[in-house]
């Protein structure tokens, strides 16, 4: 079992930046695969995939929106996975989750993904 805790959300003008993090307890979070996911406003079922990261934290997958932008990270021995989010946009406001997969390497849709954190809004202001 393992409990996904996100920080670092906020209100942020366009062109800015926010640092997400996500604290994990358990004793296995260096084996799953962890990602981030954003719902939009108005779009209450649906978790849209903005970056992952391999168990080893070697590998590291993006959505084309954020490519370029975005960088997610990892430390194993802090069990803790951040997103860095450069040059903000407004359709980059969202309520972000964390979120850690027992597949190897996925980029998947958020079912594939076994384990959620509560969320943490971020709002770009134009």
């Known amino acids: 079992q393992v409990q996904l805790v996100e920080s670092g959300g906020g209100l942020v003008q366009a062109g800015g930046s926010l640092r997400l993090s996500c604290a994990a307890s358990g004793r296995k979070f260096s084996r799953y695969t962890m990602g981030w996911f954003r719902q939009a406003p108005g779009k209450e079922r649906e978790r849209d995939f903005v970056?992952?990261?391999?168990?080893?934290?070697?590998?590291?997958y993006y959505v084309d929106s954020v490519k370029g932008r975005f960088t997610i990270s990892r430390d194993n021995v802090k069990n803790t996975v951040h997103l860095q989010m450069n040059s903000l946009k407004p359709e980059d406001t969202a309520l972000y989750y964390c979120?850690?997969?027992?597949?190897?390497?996925?980029?998947?849709?958020?079912?594939?993904?076994?384990?959620w954190g509560q969320g943490t809004q971020v709002t770009v202001d134009s």
């Open positions: 979120a850690g997969s027992q597949l190897q390497h996925y980029t998947g849709p958020a079912g594939g993904y076994d384990y």
């Open positions: 970056a992952a990261i391999s168990s080893d934290g070697v590998n590291t």
